[in-house]
């Protein structure tokens, strides 16, 4: 099938992905005072006493938007908000299949950091979350610190987070089948912006000890001139062997590459030149650093990518609606970094050790058992960390 051609003929067809729905009876005057006036006002004031109850008396406590600004949207880059509709809206309805949160595509027709912060700060006293979604970096870092520091819901970049606790997942797995350990593994990471910093960002917090930056420049290391702000800090926390170089370089006797990059930029070569039982993750979108058989025949024992169509798909599907459930179940105010790593460990846990195979490191994304699992992960941690209401 050409996924695009059958996609576009389906919008089309329907004309949006997601539509409200009415969830109490209006068909009788009885039935219009209580949900809506005179009735309705008695809700109002006991929230207007307490800004708590709007969590109890409205849909608040089940409610997320899914924010864009348009600016880096699948591998489409600077699409504009209006056109990055289509993908918020899949997100919505993915939201609501699989974790049954209520989720709004909200699309901000601007590129201003402030303004965008402004926009979300105003409009969040109608939400339980916030989850950010395809916003260009290095913007997309200040935007989700600002609000997490400003605001008492949950806040999530999934560009960043999704993407960085999937890609934990399929490595923890991983590792299990080549009997290696985090701790003492070669990582390297192509792709310094949102995605690829989250990720080194995670990994290390998860115990990795040795993580390598790349990006087009080549290789992030501390004193070279051409990396932005964020890529020199974290110069600072990565490639402790200070090498410099290109991508080719880094790869070397890795163990795990993870390319959140651009298509086709690795060759059989570059794979062929890392450690035994090298493990290669290629999610470029929609072509990959290094087409899977490629990989495979150079020497990779596992290789996931995000397309659906080969094993091994990397997706932030099996991250974003369990994660949500469960801050929102237990009230969280944030999503801290123990919820997260709680995340991957239960989507890791979803396959069990006996299941794993160099074809099967993750649960499949439309399992719904896995997202129940990550939601029980998370707010078991939220409560354990503090930051639950509930």
């Given at each position: 099938m050409n996924y695009r051609e059958e996609s576009l003929k389906k919008h089309y067809e329907w004309k949006g992905k997601i539509e409200t729905k009415v969830r109490v009876p209006v068909s009788s005057r009885t039935e219009l005072s209580l949900a809506y006036t005179?009735?309705?006002?008695?809700?109002?004031l006991a929230i207007r006493d307490d800004i708590e109850k709007s969590f109890e008396l409205t849909r608040r406590w089940n409610t997320v938007p899914v924010i864009t600004d348009g600016t880096?949207?699948?591998g489409l880059g600077?699409?504009?908000p209006e056109a990055g509709m289509p993908v918020m809206e899949g997100k919505c309805a993915l939201f609501k299949a699989f974790g049954d949160v209520d989720a709004f595509p909200l699309c901000i027709r601007s590129k201003d950091t402030e303004e965008i912060i402004k926009t979300i700060k105003l409009l969040a006293g109608s939400f339980g979350g916030i989850n950010l979604e395809d916003i260009s970096a290095p913007r997309c870092f200040e935007i989700e610190t600002r609000l997490k520091a400003e605001l008492d819901i949950p806040v999530f970049h999934d560009d960043q987070h999704g993407t960085a606790i999937v890609m934990a997942a399929a490595l923890?797995?991983?590792l299990k089948i080549v009997k290696k350990q985090l701790e003492k593994i070669k990582i390297v990471i192509n792709g310094a912006g949102a995605a690829g910093i989250s990720i080194a960002k995670f990994l290390l917090n998860m115990g990795a000890k040795d993580v390598t930056l790349c990006d087009k420049g080549g290789i992030i290391c501390e004193?070279?001139?051409w990396c932005n702000p964020v890529q020199k800090e974290m110069a600072k926390i990565t490639n402790r062997r200070l090498m410099r170089g290109k991508l080719i370089d880094a790869m070397k006797e890795a163990d795990v590459f993870i390319g959140v990059?651009?298509?086709?930029c690795v060759s059989p070569e570059m794979v062929r030149s890392m450690a035994k039982d090298a493990i290669v993750f290629t999610c470029a979108n929609p072509v990959p650093e290094i087409q899977r058989d490629a990989a495979l025949k150079a020497g990779a024992?596992?290789?996931?990518t995000g397309s659906s169509e080969n094993p091994n798909q990397i997706n932030n599907v099996l991250v974003f609606p369990g994660l949500f459930r469960g801050a929102l179940d237990v009230r969280a105010t944030t999503v801290n970094a123990e919820m997260m790593i709680a995340a991957a460990h239960g989507i890791?846990?979803?396959v069990k050790d006996s299941e794993l195979s160099e074809d099967y490191i993750l649960p499949y994304a439309y399992d719904k058992s896995a997202h129940k699992k990550v939601a029980a992960a998370v707010a078991e941690a939220a409560r354990r960390t503090g930051v639950a209401k509930l």
């Open positions: 005179p009735g309705v006002a008695e809700p109002c880096a949207v699948l600077d699409i504009g923890i797995n991983s004193g070279e001139e990059s651009a298509a086709n024992r596992i290789v996931g890791a846990s979803c």
